[in-house]
């Protein structure tokens, strides 16, 4: 039986369609970041059509961290506008199920919890930015180390709507002090996922008191002392607010575990032509 490490490996040299029929078969449930170069990633939330309106005010209101790049018709499990053939019953390698706002289990198919309700958002992820880095010269921890980025709840207050309401979660990723303007250039034009930097220096700044004990993802490496936090609005921030609310049913992506669309990363405007 073939470890995680060389399922991962063949991963990265495999295109789009490739990928998503390997995710589909759930012969790779891993994270994501470093597959599907220069394409766009998403975060998914997937909801009743009674809370569809609400959440994207949500989104409107809080582009930053929710980028709102596509969405589904009611009933329908295909995003037609990213892809060809994404099927968001399967397509992910791992489903996040919340029951009342809570977290009731992962799964890598949601085929059987599918109905005619339901409506599907597709939000900017980070991962975007981080391959133009990478392009750019920088090294992406998380990357060279097959990990999953930290991501942190922090006290950026979120505009409500409905019943999304609670703080931005934040992502973080460590450079050298000297990088920093450099790498806020970069990625102040990817305003579709998430742009510039919300945070450099301090965690406490925006109210993380514990660095080392991140809410989803892996711990961070040790910092030396030429270097600094660099924190990113982050497509979690949607289930921070479901955990907080008492949504009957909604399903998104596991944190790190993206949905891979045939948009172009450097496209000016995240829509299939």
Known sequence: M????????EAQKLDNNQLRTLIRSE???????GLAKNFLQ???????KTHALDFMIFCQRNPKSCPLVGVTNVGDP???TLGNDIDVRSDVPSYNIYINGKLLKRTNNISNLWN????AFAIGCSFTFEHSLIQHGFK?????NNKIVPMY??????KISGQFKNTMVVSMRIFKKSQVNEVISICQSFHWAHGKPVHVGDPKGIGINDINNPDWGDKPRKMF????NVFWACGVTPQNAILNSDIAFCVSHTPGHMLITDIKEDAETPILK
């Not at 012969?27 to 970041?33: D, E, H, N, Y």
């Not at 002392?225 to 600094?228: I, K």
């Open 225 to 228: 002392e030429d270097e600094v």
């Open 42 to 48: 998403t975060n998914l939330i997937i909801l009743d």
């Open 27 to 33: 012969k790779f449930r891993g994270q994501t970041s």
């Open 140 to 144: 992406i921890d998380h990357i060279e």
């Open 116 to 119: 005619e309700n339901l409506v």
């Open 2 to 9: 073939q470890n995680y490490q060389d399922i991962y490996s």
């Open 78 to 80: 295909f995003f037609k």
């Open 153 to 158: 709840r922090s006290n950026i207050k979120n």
